[in-house]
């Protein structure tokens, strides 16, 4: 009987504990502001809205470049929030070899994020739509891509934005699948750097709603070696580039 006894309890307590790791793990994915992250905060001239763009990294994550951005609602670029700094500069970490090491130095990726540079609309000398060592952006919206979960804390440019959309482009290099092949269009260079395209992702922001959050969904993917600004919608031909990020959620924190 005292073994019995002894056995009954074990099994409430491994239930118990059971129930109690399963609601917290639903807790957890409830709640995007308990899972360790960098924060974030873009500098930028902002006297609206307060709103986090809350990053969850997925399976095939591996140091992608990226930008977040706000158009209004028709379609038209308004400020950019975070760009990575090797796209926002111009500048990689790994790009110059001449010394026999690797060094920071200027590289050109048109095909890392071209539905970001064409809606920015700034043309370079070279006639790629992303900026150069020595027309970069700003500090305030660049910086390390981070390495996991991030948050960036920012503001709408003004406050009579009250409907806009909010999009985010990202890229993995050498992300191949057996559509995106090395060889699908071999000898560009850009496509290579590339792999499966960019894919674009967006959320249509209504401040005068009660809604506080907005999952930003896949619209579809850039060109794949940048020679364009068009967004291709047709995503059957991606997978792995889908996994990249788990959720992207755009949390509205101040209504102004």
């Known amino acids: 009987m005292k073994h019995l006894a002894f ?12 129930k109690s790791d399963a609601q917290t793990r639903l807790f957890r994915k409830a709640t995007p502001e308990m899972i360790p992250t960098d924060t974030i905060q ?37 400020q950019t929030v ?4 090797s796209i926002g500069k111009g500048v990689f970490r790994h790009g110059d070899p001449s010394e026999g090491r ?16 064409h809606q ?18 700003p500090d305030g919206v660049t910086g390390p891509t981070p390495k996991a979960d991030f948050i960036v804390s920012a ?16 890229n993995q290099s050498w992300d191949w699948n057996e559509y995106w092949t090395n060889d699908r269009f071999s000898g560009d260079m850009h496509y290579m750097s590339s792999s499966q395209p960019a894919l674009v992702y967006e959320a249509i922001v209504d401040l005068d709603s009660e809604q506080t959050e907005y ?3 896949a619209i579809g993917h850039s060109h794949w070696a940048g020679q364009n600004g068009s967004l291709y919608k047709n995503l059957s031909t991606i997978t792995t580039a889908l996994d990249i990020t788990e959720s992207l959620i755009l949390r509205i924190t101040d209504r102004q």
């Open 155 to 170: 503001q709408v440019p003004g406050r009579e934005m009250r409907h806009f959309k909010v999009l985010f482009e990202i």
């Open 42 to 78: 873009a500098q930028y001239e902002a006297m609206g809205a307060g709103f986090e763009f809350i990053f969850t990294k997925g399976r095939s994550h591996n140091n992608p470049l990226m930008a977040i951005w706000i158009e209004d609602m028709d379609g038209n670029y308004v």
């Open 102 to 117: 690797w060094m920071p130095g200027p590289v050109r990726r048109p095909a890392a994020l071209p539905y970001w540079g």
């Open 7 to 18: 056995l009954i309890i074990g099994l409430l307590f491994l239930g118990i504990c059971h």
């Open 215 to 217: 999952e930003l969904k």
């Open 120 to 137: 920015r609309g700034v043309k370079a000398k070279d006639g790629y739509y992303i900026p150069t060592q020595d027309t970069p952006m």
């Open 82 to 85: 975070f760009v990575a700094e």
